[in-house]
């Protein structure tokens, strides 16, 4: 049975990359927001023995919800997630303190990913990855649970914005830039993860998208997934 994805339209917006970065710039109000539910990652999908034991008993991924816009403008593609954490984690201050932090997840090459698994050798992802206290996001690959590499070198650029319980993070990258196929595409699934530093949340203790999105580009020349 062919489930109908919920639809992210990649709005155009006569702005400059800088502009879509800011979290709270008044351009983003044009693009339409739509609300992604979350789940957490179930217990068994940990690759760690000990993880699945001790968290056992211990709730993890409570951010039921984000709420993401896209955007396209400057030859580059905005993504902006927006979720509440009452107690934000801003900062690595100590070995035992894990910072809030989101990602957004693409296929890494092709039209499709596993993406409740972070990915697979057959269907592998690429996540934008923002984790608070850092100066830039990273890149990661995975081809499986436990599997995840840094990128060494990306374009992808972030900023985050903290205000009244909620967290606004802007993840941003050239259309033409090496990574994810992006300027020849007209759509493509996305999905969605975040961790709450709060509840001590960290690699695959969080909340994900259990349904992937369509990513729809505005005037992408290349096929629809």
Request: aromatic share 6%; proline share 8%; glycine share 8%.
């Amino acid at each position: 049975m062919t489930v109908e994805l919920a639809q992210l339209e990649a709005t155009e917006i006569q702005a400059g990359l800088d502009a879509l970065l800011a979290p709270d710039a008044a351009e983003w109000e044009s693009a339409p927001e739509i609300v992604v539910p979350l789940e957490p990652t179930p217990l068994e999908r940990q690759p760690s023995a000990y993880v699945q034991t001790a968290w056992r008993d211990r709730p993890h991924g409570g951010v039921g919800e984000v709420r993401v816009r896209a955007a396209q403008g400057a030859s580059a593609l905005a993504v902006r997630l927006d979720w509440a954490a009452a107690r934000p984690q801003r900062l690595i201050s100590d070995v035992s303190v894990y910072p809030d932090a989101c990602a957004v997840i693409f296929p890494a090459d092709g039209d499709e990913a596993e993406f409740s698994t972070m990915g697979s050798p057959e269907r592998p992802v690429r996540a934008w990855h923002w984790r608070a206290g850092t100066d830039a996001p990273f890149v990661v690959t995975a081809t499986g649970i436990g599997t995840v590499e840094r990128v060494a070198e990306h374009a992808v650029r972030g900023r985050a914005r903290w205000s009244d319980g909620r967290w606004q993070v802007v993840l941003a990258r050239p259309l033409a830039a090496d990574g994810v196929p992006l300027q020849e595409r007209s759509s493509l699934p996305v999905a969605f993860v975040v961790w709450s530093g709060a509840a001590r949340e960290r690699a695959g203790l969080k909340s994900f998208s259990p349904q992937p999105c369509e990513l729809r580009i505005a005037g992408g020349n290349g096929r629809k997934p």
